[in-house]
């Protein structure tokens, strides 16, 4: 969705310590055995984005190992503050920054997106067309 380029949600940045990551990293349970490979983190990169600028996977570099997170369990050690998963990430100093576009993005329906297409006089099969391609729209039979 093109809609919501330059309004004021749709980039963003956050700024967290390495260490603080790293806590919260051992902190979920769902994280947790990796996280304690990895030893102090010393570097982040994505490993795997898609063309749209999507991350896919992370992997933080450290002193003991180099671990693979998805970016939903990255996203879960950042204390919801990354607010789309089209991001980038690099250390600088002791932090890691994220910077990043859209809120939700490539995860649903926009909804600056469809009130704009709305305005334009799009009906709303036209609209949900647009953001679930594909997708086949149908009464179900309540039983």
């Given at each position: 969705c093109t809609y919501c380029t330059g309004k004021t949600h749709y980039e963003w940045n956050h700024t967290?310590?390495?260490?603080?990551?790293?806590?919260n990293m051992l902190g979920i349970e769902r994280l947790k055995e990796k996280a304690k490979k990895i030893g102090t983190i010393v570097g982040i990169s994505l490993k795997e984005k898609d063309r749209a600028g999507i991350a896919h996977r992370v992997?933080?570099?450290g002193s003991r190992n180099n671990i693979s997170f998805t970016c939903n369990e990255f996203k879960m050690a950042l204390?919801?503050?990354?607010?789309?998963?089209?991001?980038?990430?690099?250390?600088?100093?002791?932090?890691?920054?994220?910077?990043?576009?859209?809120?939700?993005?490539?995860?649903?329906?926009?909804?600056?997106?469809?009130?704009?297409?709305?305005?334009?006089?799009?009906?709303?099969?036209?609209?949900?067309d647009f953001y679930f391609p594909k997708t086949r729209l149908m009464r179900l039979k309540v039983i």
């Open positions: 967290i310590n390495k260490s603080r990551l790293l806590r992997l933080v570099h204390e919801g503050n990354a607010k789309s998963n089209a991001f980038v990430v690099k250390k600088q100093e002791d932090n890691i920054v994220v910077h990043g576009y859209g809120y939700g993005h490539n995860t649903g329906l926009c909804q600056i997106g469809a009130r704009e297409l709305v305005k334009r006089g799009w009906e709303y099969e036209d609209i949900l």
